[in-house]
């Protein structure tokens, strides 16, 4: 780290031109759209709503409020725990804890009652889709790229291969990935899935979830409603697989780049001492990469819950609305139901959803990393 | 050391594996190559294999639709957008990587903030600023090349990786430049651009990709074909009626082509880690 | 905490200096009869592609090099129909505003309410420039109608409509037995289980015998429902009427069939077609805007005999659904709005209109258009006896929110045609349905 203070005045300097073009075409939007949420806004400005659009998508407010209340009584347990040495402090610890727990509980049944269930069930879907893809794809990406880096002697062609499904227009991804998971008997996945001596699924058409189907398949019919919501859909597995199968490529080549940076003479020293290819990875290429692999997460997190295009494109009816992710759903607001202050609204969340999570990945993760200083 | 024959197996195992699962990330590539090559029956039919190869549909997906000029737009925007951010995101990540000053992370927090909102609820203002700009500017914006490029002149994704990179460089570097009296622009130029060679490459290529795949805003931003790019000719094989998929996917070929090039260019220089000359020890 | 604050004060920064475009003052309708639209470039936008935009832009260059006025009208290619919708969206708030530009009645509906597009109504009526009475009854009075909304405003001119048929496979047909195609729905499950028995002897593939492929679509749905004489919309538009015997009875059948494998959904786009033209699928219900397509997917399919049909019905005569795009006249100014209905009164004059509908397969909305196309009908007997069935069209609900709902509908068909409960699906479908409405 460099520090010398004089440096302020070159820094904004520096950073002028991208933060002007940011603060015009990233930042002005967003102010814009919060701008529209406040209104009723088809095409044209109509009357304001205030706050209202908002109300509709996350509940009275009251239940918000509870909601928040229980978060910061919890945060504020936290904080006790550090120092919770008395018995007293315990107690207190303790009491925050629950009580900070009953009340957010208490406020999000409260917001889930009354406010817009479709909202809702695109956080849940979006929360399975980025649970599903981000480990996958982060993890995969790593190992692609330690392997395409360092052990292959063929690289350059397995290299190309990878990143295939990222540069192929999503016209012909779209069409295959939606062939092979077709309904049809015939189509790829069934036939795969016959060799399991598995019946026909119904892979991106089916609303149902994957315990749910396990159950019918065990030839259990009747099960607690649970397994139907708390789980993802097999059309979201699908979806979930394509999208892994897209980004994973584009990981593997960010982490490859992060991986040629690395100075050689640690990979050299490392070999001389004798570590085998295991602990090289662990002790040298890890700490050494990790500013990427952080990257990569907080991006992939970050346009996890934004994503769309992969998405939309493998929507059917059949998945009713199990792969609508927020996204989808601000999509549709716009583009089928004309309400564009209604989708600013709930863009709007969207983003304070994501901005949060990024601080809280950013103060988690962020200390992890190592800089190599 | 591990021993021969243990590694030939691992290594026979590995490559197996990555034979397989490049075959699935082909096969979509690989079907969109042999579409283009067949009739517009075949593909009506769903065969696998064209009987014969129709070269014509390149020719014809060139000739039809304008395919050059539309080409040829996409590489001047392409080339535009890239060099803008990369000069860009090499300036604003070197004070937020290297340099200490007030209002760092908020600022960081600020500019990761614009890849958290949905494009489309960003188009109409976005179209609304450029159509300001176009009436308040001495030179035009719209149907012209600065509302295809100067918006994405500089982007968060871009500014974050390159940010990543200089954090690991030592400062020994900074303090072995500043006794030779250079200052940070100097430094940032002469040391720092060359060791972030890889991280530069990689923000290009995907900046490439970005502004070569766009269509919403382009169509938006253009009414006439003087400056559309190559996604918009693909658009137009597709009719009420069903795309014609043999010439869509000729045409896919073909726009995919350059990015390919770039990336066989770009990988090479991932090589098995720089050698950092300037530092001992 | 300072982190947070930093991103409010930018965040008010922008909303502050967040700005709508200027407001179009709306333009009063002055006396028509005394407008000069001499000389007025007009612009025109259109999702047309391929050889539907050549046959537009001969047309347009026609227009402009014979009209009496001198009026230019440039057409412009301005991307699919949500691209079209996003460029009305901002050249309402301060772009600028085509002078035609193609519009679903969804979104035209949209663009009135925002004051984009005027009414064509005077403009119909003009002494001097509008339709005569003649002319105006030629428009096939169904489609008219649909590019109405309260109080006779019309915000739509249709140059053009497809309707949905029953295309079947005549050749297998004739083996099972058949005089003719369906003309009621028992009949229509017989044969289609009979397909099922009995494959099409020149399908290569016996393992896949199928009467029908059932697209999840809407519109399928709403051809069967009207062909049994129920609707989607009660008759003042106030309320949706989706649980109603028509609709379970068209749903029940196709469940029922599917159940016993004489159908099958469609498992991938165009998969009823693909199906089709190697001779597994005996029906499909499709629009007629795909007949060159099935034309050239069965003659390098399989190749067998083929033609076309209303769905069978259980109304007295056959019914079926039309849809298309119109063409509205963006508010600009009071000349150049004239010019571009003078546009779209030639264009959708009967010679251009056999002009048009042989190059882009759509058919016309002027009757006496049927003159001028004898040949074309020698050339094209399928075109022809779908041209017979204009005059019995219904169309699908033309409110605001529709599109949403035809989602909601898909879903439905899907769930309760694969074994779901009819009465909840059908219940929460009207329900959801009804609430969309609400929201404007």
Redesign the interface.
């Known amino acids: 780290m460099i520090r010398h203070r004089s440096d302020t005045l070159t820094a904004w300097a520096l950073l002028s031109p991208a933060l002007l073009v940011l603060g015009v075409f990233g930042i002005f939007p967003i102010g814009y759209a919060f701008y529209v949420s406040l209104h009723r806004w088809r095409i044209k400005k109509e009357s304001v709503v205030g706050f209202g659009h908002y109300a509709k998508a996350l509940g009275e407010p009251v239940w918000l409020l509870c909601l928040v209340a229980g978060l910061a009584l919890l945060l504020l347990s936290r904080q006790l725990r550090s120092r919770a040495t008395s018995a007293g402090t315990r107690a207190t610890f303790l009491a925050l804890l629950a009580v900070g727990g009953l009340v957010a509980v208490r406020g999000f049944i409260g917001m889930y009652e009354t406010g817009d269930l479709r909202l809702f069930n695109a956080f849940k879907v979006t929360l399975f889709y980025a649970m599903g893809t981000i480990p996958c794809e982060v993890a995969g990406a790593l190992v692609l790229a330690y392997l395409l880096f360092r052990i292959l002697t063929v690289r350059g062609f397995f290299r190309i291969l990878y990143f295939l499904p990222y540069i192929t227009p999503m016209i012909a991804t779209a069409v295959v990935f939606r062939t092979i998971f077709s309904p049809n008997p015939g189509s790829l996945a069934n036939r795969f899935w016959s060799i399991f001596g598995s019946s026909n699924q119904r892979w991106l058409q089916e609303s149902r979830t994957v315990p749910a189907l396990l159950l019918q398949g065990m030839g259990i019919d009747v099960y607690p409603e649970w397994i139907d919501t708390v789980f993802p859909s097999l059309a979201l597995l699908c979806v979930i697989l394509y999208n892994i199968w897209v980004y994973i490529g584009y990981d593997t080549v960010i982490l490859l780049a992060g991986l040629s940076a690395i100075p050689r003479h640690y990979f050299e020293a490392a070999a001389i001492d004798g570590a085998s290819q295991w602990q090289q990875f662990r002790h040298v290429t890890l700490p050494l990469i990790s500013p990427t692999l952080f990257f990569i997460t907080l991006v992939a997190v970050i346009g996890t819950f934004k994503a769309f295009n992969h998405i939309y494109i493998m929507r059917t009816a059949g998945a009713q609305d199990s792969v609508d992710v927020a996204s989808v759903l601000i999509f549709d607001q716009i583009y089928q139901y004309h309400t564009a202050g209604y989708a600013s609204a709930l863009a709007l969340i969207l983003f304070v959803a994501i901005l949060m999570l990024t601080v809280v990945q950013n103060r988690l993760l962020g200390r992890r990393v190592f800089y190599g200083d | ?2 021993n021969g024959s243990d590694r030939g197996i691992s ?1 026979w195992l ?2 197996a594996g ?1 034979t397989l699962t ?1 075959a ?6 690989v ?2 190559m042999l ?1 283009s090559f067949m ?4 593909t ?3 065969v696998f294999l064209p009987a014969a190869v129709q070269w014509g549909n390149y020719i014809e997906a060139w000739s ?1 639709e304008d395919f050059g000029l539309y080409f040829e737009n996409s590489l001047w925007i392409a080339l535009l957008v890239v060099g803008g951010t990369l ?3 090499l ?2 990540a ?3 990587a ?10 960081f ?21 450029v ?2 700009l176009h009436q308040v500017s001495p030179f035009p914006w719209l149907n012209s090349w600065p509302a295809l490029t ?5 982007s ?2 871009s ?3 390159l940010r ?2 200089m ?2 460089i ?2 020994e570097l ?1 303090d072995a430049a500043r006794i030779d009296g250079a ?3 100097r430094f ?1 130029f002469q040391i720092v651009l060359p ?2 060679r ?2 530069l ?2 923000v290009a ?2 900046t490439f ?1 970005g502004s070569w ?1 766009a269509l ?1 805003w382009p ?2 931003v253009t ?3 003087a400056w559309r790019p190559i996604a ?1 000719a ?11 998929v043999h010439l ?2 000729a045409g ?1 070929v073909i ?2 082509i350059p ?2 090039i770039l ?2 260019l770009v ?10 000359s300037g ?1 001992k020890g | 905490m300072k982190k947070h604050k930093v991103v409010w004060i930018c965040l008010l920064a922008g909303i502050l200096s967040g700005c709508v475009g200027p407001e179009q003052a709306p333009q009063d309708v002055a006396d028509l009869e005394s407008i000069n639209p001499a000389g007025q470039e007009i612009v025109f936008w259109y999702q047309h592609t391929r050889i539907r935009e050549e046959a537009l832009q001969e047309m347009i260059a026609e227009f402009n090099g014979t009209n009496p006025h001198k009026i230019q009208v440039r057409g412009e290619f301005a991307g699919g129909y949500g691209d079209i919708y996003n460029k009305m969206v901002v050249g309402l708030q301060g772009g600028s505003l085509p002078d035609l530009v193609v519009a679903y009645q969804n979104q035209s509906l949209e663009y009135h309410a925002a004051d984009g597009i005027v009414d064509l109504g005077p403009y119909i009526k003009s002494s001097a420039w509008g339709l005569s009475e003649a002319e105006h009854t030629d428009y096939v009075q169904a489609f008219m109608q649909q590019d109405q909304i309260a109080g006779g405003v019309q915000i739509g001119l249709p140059p053009n409509r497809s309707i949905e048929v029953i295309y079947y496979n005549a050749d297998w047909l004739q083996e099972l037995g058949a005089e003719g195609p369906p003309e009621s729905w028992q009949e229509f499950a017989r044969l289609c289980r009979a397909a099922r028995d009995q494959p099409f002897s020149g399908n290569e593939n016996k393992e896949r015998s199928l009467g029908f492929v059932l697209d999840e679509d809407a519109s399928r749905l709403a051809s069967m429902v009207f062909s049994r004489g129920g609707s989607f919309l009660n008759e003042q538009g106030s309320a949706y009427t989706l649980d109603t015997p028509e609709v379970r009875a068209s749903l029940e059948l196709m469940a029922e069939l599917l159940a016993d494998g004489s159908v099958e959904m469609m498992g991938e786009a165009y998969g009823d077609q693909t199906a089709f033209n190697v001779g597994e699928c005996l029906f499909i219900l499709r629009s007629t805007s795909g007949l060159p397509f099935v034309q050239e997917g069965v003659e390098s399919g399989v190749g067998f005999e083929w033609d076309v049909a209303p769905p069978p019905h259980t109304t007295p005569g056959p019914v079926v659904n039309f849809y298309g795009a119109s063409i509205s006249i963006g508010r600009t100014t009071q000349e150049r709005q004239l010019a571009a209905w003078l546009f779209l009164k030639w264009f959708t004059e009967p010679s251009q209109q056999a002009r048009w509908v042989q190059a882009s397969n759509y058919f016309p909305a002027r009757r006496s258009t049927q003159e001028l196309l004898t040949e074309y009908f020698q050339t094209n007997p399928r075109y022809q006896r779908a041209y017979a069935l204009l005059d019995y069209g219904t169309p699908e609900p033309a409110v605001a929110g529709y599109d949403g709902v035809r989602r909601m509908i898909s879903q439905a068909v899907v769930k309760v045609v694969q074994g779901g409960k009819i009465d909840p699906a059908l219940q929460k479908l009207q329900r959801e349905a009804n609430a969309t409405l609400e929201i404007y």
């Open positions: 050391m591990p290594q590995t490559y990555l490049g699935a990330a082909a096969l979509p590539f079907w969109m579409s009739t517009r029956g075949e009506l039919r769903r039809e000069l860009f995101s300036m604003a070197y004070p937020l290297c340099m200490e000053f007030r209002g760092r992370e908020p600022i927090v600020v500019i990761l903030a614009t890849l958290m909102i949905p494009e489309t609820v960003t188009m109409v203002p976005n179209f609304l600023t159509s300001w100067i918006p994405f002149m500089a968060a994704f500014i974050f990786l990543q990179f954090r690991g030592p400062g900074f200052g940070h622009l940032l060791l972030c890889a991280p490459l990689t290529m995907f990709i795949n919403g169509l938006l009414n006439t074909p918009v693909l658009q137009k094989f597709v009719s009420e009626a069903g795309p014609e869509q996917m896919a726009a995919t990015v390919l990336y066989g990988q090479k220089e991932f090589t098995e880690g720089i050698s950092m530092l």
